[in-house]
């Protein structure tokens, strides 16, 4: 039988702070826990105000959260006092529902005791149900009331899910019931959450995540060669060293799952472990994710307050984790780092034409392959963590956005049919104004051989000229602008090589779009 529990307080004063002005989203995550624990939220009576409670007058501007048909509901908004008045009607109904068994446990938010709940709180001390929550005053005069109150911490530190946790943990600990945390972006992801925290690594995701730190840096960079901007060079140095720290925080908050606690413990490995560069802050993040989310649902598990549970996790597991990247990982990944950047320099040593030629060929395989992300993005970003350029980037824009840019442009020009000409016409935009949406050319080469074929041999020529030329650059960044992000003295290069890609995989796939379609008798 499914344990039934009422939700009923206020943003409160440091609570409006820590989440607490976004009371949707703070029932929601506890929606999610008492989901996985099997508990069921009943009842909600929230004050909602618009400020901090703290020196709060009653003419501010509130409004009052409740639960109808299992939907979080907010009613208008009215002064403070009017509110109150509200919520005290919805305490009688309470204080009627606990007192006829109908709620089994009590979550409390920077409550009011004395005043707006007291009849509900009165009742639950008379019931003996459980009580769970935050917030200093609120809960000790709970206490003083009788209710018997089996987790309380303050809100210092804490966020909408860990409380969540916390409070679902004690209830399900109260009542023997089985509780594994969902630590997850929603509760969609419960099913992952639920499994192996080693699940949620994500290399793919980090990378893509990180990207803007990378774009910063590069953008800096070309800006620091007009005259006059030359001071932005150190900008430039200065990203460089934060970088390893960037994907550290990103790392640990998709790993832990555990958002503002998570980054906390990534930038703390990630400033310890920068000597590793980007690969040293990958590593030392995911690192910090995985202890954070043991030592937080090991807290939870045993009752330690919220605030507690969150310092012990972002500062323990950072410290952990950093300690391992500063001793161990920072030198064997700078290590490998630099052989990875050694190993391209000498292909484009030895022959930068076959170089080029090598890699334009096999970049559309591995972006449809999804291999790409995986493993030549995090290449890509190592190149461009030690100049600001990259070889694999120039063939990324050149072999796969404008390729794409061209199948696109030809489909919108001369379309096999007039519908193509509306699909494709987004995606030529994208790929000029953003430097990415390369599947906008998937329906075009997979329908057609001839486009495929044009594609590779577009791509083929054109990365074969970056080599041959010397060009080094950035992808995801509007391709009108990737020219002067090349390295210097290459714009023209760089723009030529962007151009004979478009062109030829425009003019293949026009001729495609006009031979005539065969059909089978």
Not at 86 to 114: C, F, N, R, T, Y
Request: net charge neutral; aromatic share 8%; with cysteine.
């Amino acid at each position: 039988m499914s344990k039934h529990i009422a939700v009923i307080g206020s943003s409160g004063g440091n609570l409006y702070n820590q989440g607490g002005s976004d009371p949707k989203a703070m029932m929601k995550e506890i929606f999610t826990q008492a989901d996985s624990a099997g508990i069921e939220v009943s009842f909600i009576q929230f004050i909602g105000a618009e400020a901090t409670m703290d020196n709060i007058s009653m003419d501010t501007k509130a409004r009052l959260y409740t639960l109808e048909g299992g939907q979080v509901v907010c009613g208008e908004a009215a002064a403070l006092k009017e509110i109150n008045q509200q919520a005290a009607a919805l305490d009688e109904q309470l204080a009627k529902l606990i007192d006829e068994g109908a709620i089994d446990g009590l979550v409390l938010m920077s409550s009011d005791p004395k005043r707006v709940n007291s009849k509900a709180v009165a009742a639950a001390a008379r019931k003996k149900i459980p009580a769970v929550g935050t917030g200093g005053t609120s809960i000790a005069n709970t206490q003083a009331a009788g209710v018997r109150v089996v987790s309380a911490s303050g809100t210092t530190g804490t966020t909408n899910r860990t409380r969540a946790v916390a409070f679902v943990s004690a209830l399900a600990k109260e009542w023997g019931l089985k509780y594994m945390p969902v630590i997850g972006s929603s509760a969609a992801g419960s099913a992952q959450a639920q499994g192996s925290v080693f699940k949620r690594i994500n290399f793919r995701g980090i990378m893509m995540a990180s990207m803007p730190g990378f774009i910063a840096m590069a953008l800096c960079l070309a800006l620091s060669k007009i005259p006059g901007l030359g001071g932005l060079e150190d900008v430039f140095n200065t990203l460089i060293g934060i970088l390893p720290v960037i994907l550290a925080a990103i790392a640990a908050k998709q790993v832990s799952g555990l958002d503002e606690v998570g980054i906390v413990a990534g930038v703390i490995a990630g400033i310890m472990s920068v000597d590793g560069g980007i690969l040293g802050g990958l590593i030392a993040g995911i690192l910090a994710g995985i202890p954070a989310y043991y030592i937080i649902t090991f807290c939870f598990k045993h009752k330690v307050p919220g605030t507690t549970a969150n310092i012990a996790a972002g500062g323990l597991a950072g410290l952990i984790a950093g300690f391992a990247g500063m001793y161990a990982i920072a030198p064997v990944a700078l290590w490998f780092g630099n052989l990875v950047k050694t190993i391209i320099e000498a292909c484009l040593t030895f022959s930068p034409l076959l170089a080029g030629a090598v890699a334009g060929l096999l970049i559309w395989p591995a972006i449809i392959g999804g291999v790409y992300r995986a493993a030549i993005l995090p290449i890509v970003l190592l190149e461009m963590e030690s100049t600001g350029f990259s070889f694999l980037g120039a063939v990324d824009m050149t072999g796969l956005v404008m390729v794409s840019a061209g199948i696109t442009l030809a489909n919108v020009l001369f379309p096999r049919q007039k519908s193509d000409a509306a699909v494709a016409l987004p995606g030529f935009l994208i790929n000029l104004g953003f430097g990415t949406f390369v599947e906008a050319s998937y329906p075009f080469m997979f329908s057609n051989k001839l486009v495929f074929g044009g594609a590779i041999l577009a791509s083929t020529v054109a990365s074969a000229l970056v080599g041959l030329l010397g060009v080094r650059g950035t992808a995801y960044v509007p391709s009108v602008m990737a020219p002067f992000l090349a390295n210097e003295g290459h714009t023209l290069q760089f723009a030529l090589c962007m151009l004979v890609a478009m062109a030829l995989a425009f003019v293949i796939t026009v001729v495609a779009n006009r031979l005539p379609v065969k059909t089978k008798e």
